[in-house]
């Protein structure tokens, strides 16, 4: 575990010390996740948000609540998970991040995926999507669907900000975590 730390220690300092794109000019802390260095489950969001950005600290808002709640659905908590997201610093008004931006921090991403070996990654919303399973996707498409690559498991979700717009989408989130669940419980079946 300490050589995971210091590992993961050392992302994080590369992190808080980036200038790799434009974002680190206008962010107030930048978010590089939190969670269970040992984690079965990995969420990876967009971008941090106003009180990501507020607090370095990711999903704290609104949408965070909500994702605490789905979380707990299943028999989870926020310290068994990893949480973390494409981009580290927080994109102008919430925009999407730009190619260019993702680009330059994809490389810690993949180092803290690396790092932490989840048996699964959630995917929350479209450019994570896009990001780690294929640009072509479309998260409305494939949902709660099960995707290999690269040696990782995927299970692309709705972003659960998505859910807080758009009513009808919690009880979506809340059967595709449904479905996590009992794809975590086959895993652990297959490894008795």
């Known amino acids: 575990?300490?050589?995971?730390?210091?590992?993961?220690?050392?992302?994080?300092?590369?992190?808080?010390?980036c200038t790799k794109c434009a974002l680190h000019e206008t962010r107030i802390k930048p978010v590089p996740g939190e969670g269970s260095l040992n984690a079965d489950i990995m969420?990876?969001?967009?971008?941090?948000?106003?009180?990501?950005?507020?607090?370095g600290r990711p999903f704290v808002g609104a949408a965070g609540k909500f994702l605490d709640e789905l979380l707990s659905g299943i028999g989870l908590s926020r310290k068994e998970v990893f949480i973390g997201n494409v981009v580290k610093c927080r994109p102008p008004n919430n925009r999407v991040p730009l190619l260019s931006e993702i680009e330059a921090c994809k490389p810690y991403l993949f180092a803290q995926?690396?790092?932490?070996?989840?048996?699964?990654?959630?995917?929350?919303?479209?450019?994570?999507?896009?990001?780690l399973i294929a640009p072509n996707l479309s998260i409305g498409r494939v949902h709660g669907q099960v995707f290999e690559k690269d040696g990782f498991t995927f299970i692309p979700l709705y972003h659960p900000a998505a859910a807080l717009y758009h009513n009808a989408l919690?009880?979506?989130?809340?059967?595709?975590?449904?479905?996590?669940?009992?794809?975590?419980?086959?895993?652990?079946?297959?490894?008795?």
Do not use: H
């Not at 969420?43 to 607090?55: A, I, K, L, Q, S």
């Not at 699964?120 to 990001?131: A, E, K, Q, R």
């Not at 919690?170 to 008795?192: P, S």
């Open 113 to 131: 995926i690396a790092i932490i070996q989840p048996k699964v990654i959630c995917t929350l919303g479209n450019t994570p999507l896009n990001t």
């Open 43 to 55: 969420f990876v969001g967009e971008g941090p948000g106003r009180n990501e950005d507020r607090t």
């Open 1 to 17: 575990m300490d050589d995971k730390k210091a590992l993961f220690d050392e992302i994080t300092k590369d992190i808080i010390n």
């Open 170 to 192: 919690k009880d979506t989130l809340k059967e595709d975590f449904r479905k996590l669940k009992a794809f975590l419980d086959e895993l652990k079946m297959k490894n008795l």
